[in-house]
């Protein structure tokens, strides 16, 4: 089946230090894939996207490479602020099938001054 | 800017209450989506409707159903409530359009406590 798998959290940085947050997929066809955010309090908003293979999504200063040969999207941020510290969501989207987002169970993020 | 709305964003019902959560956006959008979110389970999908009157089953149904009569509103009704659907609800809309990657926008959500 199709499904997302993220590193669990949580993960504590930092001010201004490097950010990777891993994630893979398995999927049949060729997926879109996404990175959502969510700030404490708020729904998910979307961070990134990228519909095809080698495609880049940025945003914010983050960004995450479509990477077909490892079945990768990982996030990253060069210099992460305390404004950073969220949930962020890895999920799929099946090209040309279901409306339907299949996500990762979540990455928490905290950043300290 | 889409803007999904919820009714409520803090609700407590006792076990066995029927219980409405209502869901409206205002960017004309077909697809409405109905999570639950919870920690270490991520999101899941509850149900989906990609037209108005039309509903389609998520990954976890079950205790759940669902209503939309008009195109910018999705209720989410728990029939009986229990304290295992204590939770948080998210609701979220997209354009439909074949072939084409299209976001979801995500409501702010709805922290139900079932007593």
């Known amino acids: 089946g199709n499904s997302v798998t993220q590193m669990e959290g949580p993960v504590t940085l930092s001010e201004e230090a490097f950010l990777t947050i891993n994630c893979t997929y398995t999927?049949?066809?060729?997926?879109?894939l996404f990175w959502y955010v969510q700030y404490p309090g708020e729904g998910l908003q979307l961070l990134l996207k990228?519909?095809?293979?080698?495609d880049k999504g940025s945003n914010k200063g983050f960004e995450a490479t479509y990477r077909k040969e490892t079945t990768s999207f990982h996030l990253e941020k060069g210099s992460v602020q305390v404004s950073d510290s969220a949930v962020y969501f890895c999920?799929?989207?099946?090209?040309?099938?279901?409306?339907?987002?299949?996500f990762g169970k979540g990455t928490k993020l905290t950043v300290n001054p | 800017d889409v803007k999904v709305t919820q009714s409520s964003r803090y609700l407590v019902k006792r076990t066995g209450e029927k219980v409405f959560l209502e869901c409206v956006q205002d960017?004309?959008?077909?697809?409405m989506f109905w999570y639950r979110q919870d920690p270490g389970l991520g999101l899941r999908l509850i149900y989906f409707?990609?037209?108005?009157?039309?509903?389609e089953k998520g990954d976890i149904p079950e205790g759940y159903s669902v209503s939309r009569e008009k195109k910018e509103r999705f209720s989410l009704i728990l029939e009986s409530a229990s304290t295992n659907q204590t939770s948080m609800y998210l609701c979220?809309?997209?354009?439909?359009?074949?072939?084409?990657?299209?976001?979801?926008?995500f409501g702010p959500g709805t922290r139900l406590t079932v007593l």
């Open positions: 999927a049949t066809g060729y997926p879109s």
């Open positions: 960017m004309d959008h077909e697809n």
């Open positions: 990228a519909t095809k293979a080698d």
């Open positions: 979220a809309s997209s354009s439909a359009g074949a072939g084409v990657a299209d976001t979801q926008y």
């Open positions: 409707s990609y037209d108005v009157k039309m509903k």
């Open positions: 999920a799929l989207r099946l090209q040309g099938g279901s409306e339907k987002l299949v």
